[in-house]
């Protein structure tokens, strides 16, 4: 088995190919819910939606969130009510906030909520948000504290950002389904996405980083030069305190990481690095990629 930490569009493009390559039974996803939000009444995890939709066939691929061929005819009602939603939300992604709000609402963990939804769209892969405890990521901007999906949505990351903020009533913990994965699983893989909203988070949970103490991790930089593949992680590095390359990447990891992986056109040196094709452009690139991780991974 390997488990995944997830968040964002990286790593789930890296997920495409996995799941072509794999036993899907033997795939574990530790996936962030740092961005989770409530709107118009129903919860959002758009990183957690992102890697069941992946996993159930049904996932929008131009823009990696979402189900493909949606409708958003009450979305755009709303909007002609004057009841703005900053987040284009289609009609069968909103039916799962709706399921997902109602079942939270109800007292059920968001683990067990998780498990139902994939189980609903015949997911065969063990998708796990990394904690049951409502934990958000903030940035500090001239605005003030705002929601990171107001940040990247509604401002379209153009503000600048002074600061990356954890909000939670109390310190978030791994889950003990969480902590079952990772002890049952040969290989770690921290995929390519955004260290500071996506990984961080998870790698922040109480329990995470002891599990993976006597584990085999594989970390991918999500970096080529200074830019990321997609996304502002580079914004939110500086913001944090890290240079926005793979070298900063790998200090946000410290010592956790066995085997590091930047790309080959990556022209910034990272000692010990394992260098592959990470630009994952179409899915024959994220099989490519996957095949190769998998090859490392069983290699260790």
């Known amino acids: 088995m390997i488990t995944f930490l997830s968040g964002g569009t990286g790593t ?15 795939i574990s996803v530790v996936v962030n819910t740092a961005e989770d939000i409530w709107i118009s009444g ?7 939606d992102t890697v069941m939709y992946l996993f159930a066939g049904v996932l929008n691929t131009d823009t990696w969130w979402g189900i493909r061929n949606d409708t ?27 399921a997902r709000g109602n079942m939270l609402r109800e007292g059920t963990r968001l683990t067990n909520v998780t498990r ?4 609903r769209f015949g997911v065969r892969e063990n998708v796990l948000p990394m904690s049951d405890t409502e ?3 903030k940035v500090k901007t001239e605005l003030g504290l705002i929601h990171y999906q107001e940040y990247w949505i509604r401002s379209k990351g153009q503000i600048r950002i002074e600061d990356v903020v954890r909000c939670s009533k109390t310190h978030p913990e791994s889950t003990e389904e969480v902590i079952q994965a990772v002890e ?11 260290p500071i909203t996506s990984i961080t988070p998870i790698l922040e949970c109480n329990g995470l980083k002891d599990a993976l103490t006597d584990k085999f991790v594989i970390a991918i930089s999500p970096f080529i030069g200074n830019a990321p593949v997609s996304g502002p992680a580079a914004a939110l590095m500086e913001a944090s305190g890290f240079e926005p390359t793979s070298v900063g990447t790998a ?24 260098r592959l094709d990470t630009l994952m452009t179409g ?7 996957a095949k190769n991780v998998l090859s490392l991974a069983n290699r260790k």
């Open 72 to 98: 958003f005819t009450t979305h755009d009602e709303i909007i002609n009510m004057g009841h703005g939603e900053f987040i284009a939300i289609g009609d069968r992604d909103r039916a799962v906030h709706i």
């Open 12 to 26: 789930p493009k890296l997920l495409r190919g996995m799941q072509k390559v794999m036993d899907r039974h033997e």
């Open 135 to 137: 934990v958000t990521t």
């Open 283 to 289: 899915e024959e690139k994220s099989i490519e990629l």
């Open 184 to 194: 049952a699983s040969e290989v770690v893989v921290i995929g390519p996405s955004n």
């Open 42 to 48: 129903n919860h959002i995890s758009p990183d957690v």
């Open 251 to 274: 200090k946000c990891y410290k010592d956790l990481v066995d085997l590091f992986i930047q790309d080959t056109r990556d022209p910034v040196e990272v000692k010990d690095a394992i």
């Open 116 to 119: 139902t939804l994939c189980d």
